[in-house]
T-cell receptor, first 114, second 112 residues
Framework: NAGVTQTPKFRILKIGQSMTLQCAQDMNHNYMYWYRQDPGMGLKLIYYSVGAGITDKGEVPNGYNVSRSTTEDFPLRLELAAPSQTSVYFC?????????????FGPGTRLTVL | GQNIDQPTEMTATEGAIVQINCTYQTSGFNGLFWYQQHAGEAPTFLSYNVLDGLEEKGRFSSFLSRSKGYSYLLLKELQMKDSASYLCAVRDFSQAGTALIFGKGTTLSVSS
């Protein structure tokens, strides 16, 4: 199993550009999450999905969009990049969202918006 | 509201024992996780507590007191490779997606 994979690992965008951060998992997990991590700050939830076709907002969704057409894939879309979106983005997945089920994290995407 | 507090930084020496504390306030507590995160890498799962008491896993132990909103991670026989950030996270069923609420992390530096 590859676990949770993310592409790209690094990206530099100009203000106003758009891009899609890719995330895939091969563990047949129902739940998938997108977090951002800023220096000295905790991970903040952007969007999550409880299964194919179902997504919802987290704590900091503004400026982002997601889709979940398959169980495996959960891409994150930035439409009009802003410097405030400079961050490290982590995708995570879990089988369920209760009790022991831990979240497995991907390696992250480091995004810089200039 | 939801709030998780843990120390920003700690230092220790090889072979020593270190305790990283975490206090939390949440509306719908449904378990507490500890994750380890090496610089530039993804968080990896260390431990989970949902009932009061101590959970031991090799050199790592985690304790929970729900009535006090308190947990600690205990690392024994410290090694250089334990230098990392340790994240306390609470699962809160009142949050969107029963999400994990993360603390800001404790950066542990282990010296020889």
């Amino acid at each position: 199993n590859a676990g949770v994979t993310q592409t790209p690992k690094f990206r530099i965008l100009k203000i106003g550009q758009s891009m899609t951060l890719q995330c895939a998992q091969d563990m047949n997990h129902n739940y998938m999450y997108w977090y951002r991590q800023d220096p000295g700050m905790g991970l903040k939830l952007i969007y999550y999905s409880v299964g194919a076709g179902i997504t919802d907002k987290g704590e900091v969704p503004n400026g982002y969009n997601v889709s979940r057409s398959t169980t495996e894939d959960f891409p994150l879309r930035l439409e009009l990049a802003a410097p405030s979106q400079t961050s490290v983005y982590f995708c995570a997945s879990s089988y369920e969202a209760d009790s022991y089920n831990e979240q497995f994290f991907g390696p992250g995407t480091r995004l810089t918006v200039l | 509201g939801q709030n998780i507090d843990q120390p920003t930084e700690m230092t220790a020496t090889e072979g020593a024992i270190v305790q990283i504390n975490c206090t939390y306030q949440t509306s719908g507590f449904n378990g507490l996780f500890w994750y380890q995160q090496h610089a530039g890498e993804a968080p990896t799962f260390l431990s989970y507590n949902v009932l009061d008491g101590l959970e031991e896993k090799g050199r790592f132990s985690s304790f929970l007191s729900r009535s006090k909103g308190y947990s600690y991670l205990l690392l024994k026989e410290l090694q250089m490779k334990d230098s990392a950030s340790y994240l306390c996270a609470v699962r809160d069923f009142s949050q969107a997606g029963t999400a994990l609420i993360f603390g800001k992390g404790t950066t542990l530096s282990v010296s020889s």
